[in-house]
């Protein structure tokens, strides 16, 4: 059995199943919406903008070349992604 994380300052901590979220404190109410082989997708409300945000956590992105090559071309996407909404 493995022990509680130590709390982080600023952050709170989300557990879904086996993925386990460290999410800024503004972010409040987490709740799952999706996933798939590369990750979970919860919503959530910004406190400091009053807007609803989707948080995507990625599973094990450095697990092998693959898994690391998806994460950087997500990565390398949104980077090019310019919309008000799309933030990282």
Not at 17 to 44: H, M, S, T
Request: with cysteine; aromatic share 10%; net charge positive.
């Amino acid at each position: 059995m493995t022990s509680p994380a130590p709390p982080r300052d600023g952050f709170t901590q989300h557990v879904f199943g086996d993925a386990e979220f460290w999410v800024p404190e503004r972010y409040i109410n987490l709740e799952p919406k999706g996933g798939g082989a590369q990750g979970l997708v919860c919503a959530a409300v910004d406190t400091v903008t009053q807007q609803n945000v989707a948080i995507k956590k990625l599973s094990r992105p450095f697990q092998n070349v693959t898994h690391a090559k998806r994460a950087y071309r997500e990565f390398k996407l949104m980077k090019l992604v310019n919309h008000k909404n799309v933030s990282w």
